[in-house]
């Protein structure tokens, strides 16, 4: 039982080394935290290959008629070539053997229990990484786990030379299990642990029946040509122009000082017409100024004669037309400092000389709540009614009248 020991252990060891090596991956995830995959690009034929060295131990299951017999220990040696054609997918092909050893006797010729035989498989092996399928490619991951299944031709001879006259040949397949780990870009330690099964017709009288031959070896893989895989990118590439003739280019710089001289004329204009402005940068919309020898000085106009307003017979309230010359007025004459005369008449031809001073009066403060409303300090309005003891116009109509005057 001590095969089946050893390759238990040494099968237990890997899978649970190769889970941890799992949790503790930190590479190749994007800023997310999520795991980034291919596609990769294409690398040349001589990319990606291997060679592979290794030694070890082979077993046997002998199924007899009594319970199953394992074989002793027996010596292995490896001899690998291989390719990757992408991160996950590969083949290798290679040696596998030299002798192995049981404890009950096959009923072949010079096969006796106890005794060594020679053991020789040439093999082609279809290999899948499962480390970069699941967790992404990762060129400096340590620990790479390779399940793959073998096929080839296998020869067990009465002695451990290959290949001799009383040698038994037949087809033989199986899987094994190929951990990769990372030393440098160039160099890996591996730990390859297969079964192999065949036909038992080789060994016993038993033709319907199966032998397996389990097998470990620690080794040494070889990179060879490039060793990485590029991530494919998806960025458009630009376009570059065809590069200008000297006719075009010179042409093209005929223009741009053009642009430049014509650029500097329109600064010169501008920059005159900034000092033409300046004077003027400063005045005010409706404001007077008086202009003299190149500057500007505001000034106030009051108008030479009284304001008038005319009002209806017998009342003291301003039409719309009246009361719209006196807004005009107000705005554009009065403020808080305005010095105002106000002095309301009427027409002698109607109403009692009361009744005349008593209207004049009230016309005159219909104007001047006007124009407090306007802006104009009451303290600065000499307010007046005088009746129809002064007519300042011919006829009836035109004394009917409100002045205005700027002191």
């Known amino acids: 039982m001590k095969g089946i020991k050893i390759f238990g252990v040494l099968a237990i060891a890997s899978l649970l080394f190769s889970a941890n090596a799992y949790a503790q991956e930190n590479h190749n995830r994007d800023e997310n935290g ?21 030694a070890g131990i082979n077993a046997v299951i002998a199924p007899e008629l009594k319970p199953a017999n394992w074989g002793n220990i027996g010596l292995a040696a490896d001899l690998n070539f291989g390719k990757w054609f992408t991160p996950t997918i590969g083949i290798r092909l290679g040696y596998h053997g030299l002798w192995n050893n049981s404890k009950v006797a096959f009923n072949s010729p010079a096969i006796a229990a106890g005794n060594k035989f020679g053991f020789h498989y040439l093999h082609g092996d279809f290999m899948w990484n499962i480390s970069h399928t699941i967790a992404g490619y990762n060129e400096l991951r340590f620990w790479n786990f390779v399940p793959y299944v073998t096929m080839g031709v296998l020869d067990i001879t009465p002695g451990i030379n290959p290949f001799v006259k009383n040698g ?19 160099v890996n330690i ?17 033709a319907g029946r199966f032998i397996c031959y389990p097998s470990a070896a620690l080794g040494l893989s070889f990179n060879l040509g490039k060793t990485n895989w590029d991530r494919h990118s998806t960025i458009t590439p630009v376009v570059i122009p065809v590069p200008f003739t000297t006719e075009q280019y010179n042409a093209l710089q ?26 003027y940068r400063n005045l005010q919309n409706g404001q007077t100024y008086l202009y003299e020898n190149g500057t500007f000085t505001a000034v106030d106009v009051k108008p030479n004669a009284p304001i008038t307003l005319y009002f209806d017979c017998g009342s003291a309230k301003l039409s719309a037309r009246e009361k719209a010359h006196l807004e005009y007025f107000a705005q554009n004459v009065v403020n808080g400092d305005t010095k105002l005369a106000v002095n309301g008449y009427a027409d002698k031809q109607t109403g009692s000389a009361k009744r005349n001073q008593q209207l004049s009066e009230q016309r005159a403060q219909a104007v001047v709540d006007l124009l407090k409303a306007a802006g104009a300090n009451e303290a600065n309005i000499e307010c007046a009614g005088h009746g129809a003891d002064v007519q300042l116009f011919d006829g009836a109509q035109k004394n009917r009248v409100v002045t205005i005057e700027v002191k």
């Open 34 to 54: 999520k795991i980034v995959h291919g596609p990769y690009e294409t690398n040349h034929a001589g990319d990606n290959m291997f060679i592979g060295i290794g």
């Open 190 to 206: 591996t730990l390859d642990l297969q079964l192999l099964v065949g036909k038992a017709h080789a060994y016993t009288n038993n």
């Open 254 to 279: 005929d223009k741009v000082a053009a642009l430049e001289k014509e650029n500097a004329e329109l600064k010169d204009k501008v920059a005159a017409l900034e000092n033409e402005l300046a004077p």
């Open 168 to 186: 038994n040949f037949e087809y033989a397949a199986g899987a094994g299990l190929l951990n990769v780990l990372r030393v440098s870009k160039r």
